[in-house]
């Protein structure tokens, strides 16, 4: 009897931390304006429909349309591309819809020079992937495999990522912004890019919104008129 009431002591405790950890997290963490967290909430919802997949870093997210794409293809396709994406990132996506999509039919990578390197405890490009996966074996599974162990803490906890400023936010502001939109994951512009659907982000690259880059995006223009 003595055993089971210290269980469920233990039980009630980590409850308890687990709480206020994801209490802590919903007030202190702003991530109003991720567009991987639309990209992948909406790769979770294609599961199983998806037929035609692009993958890559920043510069096919904002460069194929995946409406246009639907009608060059005849098929139902998705964009699951992330900013800074390295081969880390596109290889955890691609078996997380091979094995998810028994339609999936083809597969684009995106290669680039960016995408072959990835800066020792450079931890966005990765966490932005795997603090929206929908399977937290896969999360896991794409933290043990690809990052050092000094900054897997970092890549997993987003509180102790962003312990450096992470008291000088507001958290009444952040919670004004995570309004029911947010909770519907509904899509949104910010700094002249505008999230679409099924992984694409439209608009103008600026030194304001992708580190001083600057270029439209037209590459899907090319796409139709090579299709």
Not at 50 to 62: A, D, H, N, Q
């Given at each position: ?156 906890f987003p509180l102790i990522r962003d312990r450096e400023d992470i008291f000088t936010r507001n958290p009444v502001e952040i919670i004004k912004g995570k309004d029911k939109a947010y909770r519907n994951y509904e899509p949104f512009s ?38």
């Amino acid at each position: 009897m003595g055993r089971i009431k210290l269980l469920a002591k233990v039980i009630v405790f980590v409850a308890i931390l687990i709480f206020i950890w994801n209490l802590l997290c919903y007030t202190l963490v702003d991530d109003t304006k991720a567009f991987s967290r639309l990209t992948l909430h909406d790769f979770s919802e294609n599961e199983g429909k998806i037929e035609v997949l692009f993958v890559g870093p920043s510069t096919s997210m904002m460069g194929i349309d995946t409406e246009i794409a639907d009608e060059c293809f005849g098929e139902n396709t998705f964009n699951v591309s992330t900013t800074s994406q390295t081969l880390d990132g596109t290889y955890y996506l691609c078996k997380e819809a091979i094995e998810k999509n028994p339609n999936l039919k083809q597969i684009y990578l995106n290669v680039s020079p960016g995408i072959l390197l990835r800066n020792v405890g450079e931890v966005m490009p990765t966490a932005i992937i795997t603090d929206y996966l929908s399977s937290n074996m896969r999360r896991l599974e794409y933290v043990w495999g690809s990052v050092e162990p000094e900054y897997r803490g970092n890549v997993l906890f987003p509180l102790i990522r962003d312990r450096e400023d992470i008291f000088t936010r507001n958290p009444v502001e952040i919670i004004k912004g995570k309004d029911k939109a947010y909770r519907n994951y509904e899509p949104f512009s910010h700094r002249g890019l505008e999230y679409k659907e099924k992984g694409f982000v439209t608009g103008v690259r600026t030194p304001e919104n992708q580190g001083g880059h600057v270029y439209r995006t037209e590459g899907i223009e090319e796409f139709r008129e090579e299709n």
